[in-house]
């Protein structure tokens, strides 16, 4: 069941906000048809008690001989009227006693009866017998088929005394409310529930947007630490939240930026001593001796070198510019020929890609020359998609070993001795490579080749 659950937070208010609109609209739209049928049932029993208050006038105010045919004359298949010495046999129903007690009010009040003279008024469910056995007759006529629209009838037997002691009857049958679900009410139910979640989707979407705005600076500031800060606009939770963050990434800022003047600090502090020892050691008179000093202390002074490099980020302070990749790759491979080094690169259609070139150049050339150091010669291709641009850099060496291919990334990681120390290299060219391109939100992969060597394979998204 919660895998059929919408997963984001606009998802799954969305979906409280529309499941209660349906709860909401059946509760509401069962309260009309309960108020409806009453409504129709009051209307239909006033409609009746008016009429027969008015043939009961008119009964009375005849002379007693006209009576029988005014009676007869009055009576229909469907309004029975009956003149009778005694009174008829109505049993009041349970069922409708309001319905019942209001006629009875209305006709006591209009036709001004003596309290010794109560009419019987009874309303009772469709099927129920009548006075003398008889029922409305349900032909097609007219009336009848108004009421079939309705949906069905409830009966209504009243029995009123007149001042010489007779009986008038009347049995007749009321309309009941029907179907409360017409078209015009689907109609109007389809256009306010349309109305009421297009206004729900542009709340929710309000609400929500703010985090997906979040989210966007958060990705933004993982790339770029000097990205511009996020609006304080929005509600006062929104504001509260976006001054947090920007809050945060100032003291990052501010974190990376002391780190930085911190190793400078410590690079010119350290180069100082530095240069008095190799002064000192070119003084030392054994030659072995003082070329394996001069070089630690040259090693020394790489590692100073190469760790304040990687501590200032280039690739966070580059502005970015479009660039065509294919040529920026081709200009390092030639450059690296023209030097006699070992590098190639396969015909490539240009590539526009927006970049920090100075930035991706030194993650390429960090690549090509693990390559030719590690593998002896680098091939480079170029392939697009869609959604992708991969530069693929391979080498014919010996690879690596799978459990290695993830740490050798972490900073100051190096290889076994053979593979550092005779290069000079103090692990820190595929550290730097990946966080160039990681500014750039794409992907650094390093994978043995099915053959031999290994291949660095980086993924920039379009």
Same mark, same amino acid.
């Given at each position: 069941m919660s895998r059929l659950l919408p997963k984001s937070l606009f998802g799954q208010t969305l979906l409280v906000l529309v499941a209660g609109l349906i709860?909401?609209?059946?509760?509401?739209?069962?309260?009309?048809? $309960?108020?409806?049928? %009453?409504?129709?049932?009051?209307?239909g029993g006033f409609a009746a008690a008016q009429r027969i208050t008015n043939l009961t006038k008119l009964v009375q105010e005849a002379p007693h001989e006209w009576r029988e045919r005014i009676v007869?004359?009055?009576?229909? =298949?469907?309004?029975?009227? #009956? $003149?009778?010495?005694?009174?008829?046999?109505?049993?009041?129903?349970?069922?409708?006693?309001?319905?019942?007690?209001?006629?009875?009010?209305?006709?006591?009040?209009? *036709?001004?009866?003596?309290?010794?003279?109560?009419?019987?008024?009874?309303?009772?469910?469709?099927?129920?017998?009548?006075?003398?056995?008889?029922?409305?007759?349900?032909?097609?006529?007219?009336?009848?088929?108004?009421?079939?629209?309705?949906?069905?009838?409830?009966?209504? =037997?009243?029995?009123v005394p007149l001042?010489?002691? %007779?009986? *008038?009857?009347?049995?007749?049958?009321?309309?009941? &409310?029907?179907?409360?679900?017409?078209r015009k009410f $689907?109609?109007?139910m389809a256009i306010m529930a349309i109305v009421i979640l297009a206004v729900s989707v542009w709340a929710v979407r309000r609400v929500t947007a703010p985090l997906a705005a979040v989210s966007v600076a958060a990705e933004r500031l993982g790339n770029d630490l000097n990205a511009p800060p996020m609006p304080e606009t929005g509600t006062i939770e929104t504001r509260q939240?976006?001054?947090?963050?920007?809050?945060?990434?100032?003291? *990052?800022?501010?974190?990376?930026?002391n780190r930085t003047r911190m190793l400078a600090a410590i690079s010119h502090d350290l180069r100082t001593p530095l240069t008095l020892l190799? $002064?000192?050691?070119?003084?030392?008179?054994?030659? %072995?001796?003082?070329?394996?000093?001069?070089?630690?202390?040259?090693?020394?002074? &790489?590692?100073?070198g190469v760790t304040l490099q990687f501590a200032r980020d280039e690739a966070t302070t580059e502005l970015r510019r479009p660039t065509d990749i294919a040529a920026l790759v081709q200009s390092i491979v030639d450059d690296m020929a023209d030097a006699g080094v070992p590098a190639k690169m396969q015909p490539a259609e240009p590539v526009v890609y927006?970049?920090?070139?100075?930035?991706?150049?030194?993650?390429?050339?960090? *690549?090509l020359d693990n390559a030719v150091k590690y593998g002896k010669a680098a091939s480079v291709a170029i392939q697009t998609t869609p959604k992708t641009i991969e530069i693929i850099i391979d080498d014919e060496g010996s690879g690596i #070993?799978?459990?290695?291919?993830? @740490?050798?990334?972490?900073?100051?990681? @190096?290889?076994?001795?053979?593979?550092?120390?005779?290069?000079?290299?103090?692990?820190?060219?595929?550290?730097?490579?990946?966080?160039?391109?990681?500014?750039?939100?794409?992907?650094?992969?390093?994978?043995?080749?099915?053959?031999?060597?290994?291949?660095a394979q980086i993924s920039l998204p379009r």
């Open positions: 709860v909401s609209l059946l509760a509401g739209s069962w309260i009309y048809s $309960l108020d409806r049928e %009453q409504a129709v049932r009051a209307v007869a004359g009055l009576s229909d =298949q469907n309004f029975r009227v #009956a $003149l009778s010495a005694q009174p008829p046999a109505i049993v009041p129903n349970d069922d409708d006693v309001a319905v019942a007690q209001t006629i009875k009010e209305f006709l006591v009040d209009q *036709l001004s009866l003596a309290s010794e003279q109560q009419p019987l008024v009874s309303a009772s469910p469709p099927g129920g017998p009548m006075f003398g056995g008889w029922r409305p007759m349900m032909g097609p006529g007219p009336m009848m088929h108004g009421f079939r629209g309705f949906g069905g009838f409830r009966d209504l =037997q009243v029995a001042p010489d002691g %007779q009986w *008038l009857s009347f049995a007749t049958a009321l309309p009941e &409310s029907g179907s409360a679900f017409s $689907l109609l109007s939240a976006s001054r947090a963050f920007n809050t945060m990434q100032s003291r *990052l800022r501010s974190l990376i930026e190799r $002064l000192r050691a070119e003084n030392v008179e054994n030659q %072995q001796e003082r070329d394996k000093m001069l070089a630690t202390i040259a090693e020394m002074d &790489s590692m100073i927006d970049c920090r070139p100075d930035a991706l150049k030194r993650a390429i050339r960090n *690549l #070993a799978e459990h290695e291919l993830s @740490r050798v990334f972490d900073p100051f990681y @190096r290889l076994e001795e053979s593979r550092s120390r005779e290069t000079g290299g103090v692990g820190l060219g595929l550290a730097i490579a990946q966080s160039i391109v990681q500014a750039h939100r794409g992907d650094l992969v390093l994978s043995n080749r099915p053959t031999a060597g290994l291949r």
